[in-house]
């Protein structure tokens, strides 16, 4: 447990970061999951939901103000969440577990209209894999940085 020349300050303030880690890491997921499972539902709900918005088919439940910002989030959390990983294989799990949470609760709600097989239709698994490729991409940069940055 402990290293030789550690004192028990020391490790307690490691076990500190750590946990600090951990916590950020699961806000970042549950933070990337609710933008992804915002960005999935369809421009029409939205306008039903938020009637008096004139930017709700566009931006859904945020203003024009802050689109971009969300935007940025859904693109750089799973690069922080890699990078924050201790190792590849939590970087990309963490960095994809957003996109298949919102993913599945998408097919879910989509399988009330569309039909079962929404899922296995030729353009449906393309999108869906795009979308899970893309989240363990940006993990997996995040976790490479975190090991060069380690290195130098």
């Not at 939205?46 to 918005?53: A, I, K, Q």
């Not at 750089?76 to 949470?101: D, E, M």
Request: glycine share 6%; charged share 10%.
């Amino acid at each position: 447990m402990f290293q030789p020349g550690t004192t028990e300050a020391q490790a307690a303030k490691a076990a500190r970061l750590n946990l600090n880690i951990k916590i950020a890491l699961i806000a970042m997921v549950i933070v990337e999951t609710l933008l992804v499972t915002s960005a999935l539902v369809p421009a029409q709900l939205w306008t039903r939901v938020l009637p008096n918005s004139s930017s709700s088919a566009l931006n859904g439940p945020f203003p024009s103000s802050i689109a971009p910002l969300i935007s940025l989030l859904i693109y750089v959390l799973p690069t922080a969440i890699g990078f924050l990983s201790r190792s590849w294989q939590k970087a990309l799990l963490c960095a994809t577990l957003p996109g298949w949470i919102a993913l599945g609760l998408f097919l879910v709600a989509a399988t009330f209209k569309i039909g079962a097989f929404y899922l296995v239709s030729a353009d449906h698994v393309t999108a869906n894999v795009s979308v899970l490729e893309l989240f363990a991409a940006l993990g997996g940069i995040g976790w490479l940085g975190r090991f060069l940055l380690k290195m130098s």
